[in-house]
């Protein structure tokens, strides 16, 4: 089963993971989980209206907000009655997101690169 939330105690502060984002019905938005599925978003998450092929989150954010949404984040304006952040591109704000709720495990990753021809595949 695919996890579609993600959880942080004391959760992040929008403005300082997306500080080019605007911010509508409050200056800055504190959550401790996120959720890009409306039929999974549960109480406190805040709902990512993502868009792709096969669907527009857009048109999913009032069933989030009736599933407990306490925010959106999302791509354009939206007429909701919860604080919105909205910012060009929903699917990279929503890895910015995801890392700072995870504690940003990329920092105390070390990396290790390969170059070369011979070997790699083996």
Do not use: W
């Amino acid at each position: 089963m695919q996890q579609n939330t993600i959880f942080r105690a004391g959760g992040v502060l929008l403005r300082q993971v997306l500080p080019e984002a605007q911010f509508l019905g409050d200056r800055d938005i504190r959550v401790q989980s996120c959720c890009h599925d409306a039929r999974r978003c549960r109480p406190g998450d805040l709902f990512v209206a993502l868009v792709d092929e096969e669907r527009d989150g857009h048109d999913e954010v009032q069933h989030a907000i009736q599933q407990g949404a306490v925010a959106v984040l999302s791509e354009r304006l939206l007429p909701v009655d919860v604080p919105t952040c909205v910012v060009d591109d929903t699917r990279l704000a929503l890895g910015h997101v995801c890392q700072a709720l995870a504690g940003h495990p990329s920092r105390r990753m070390h990396m290790v690169g390969v170059s070369g021809t011979y070997g790699k595949t083996s």
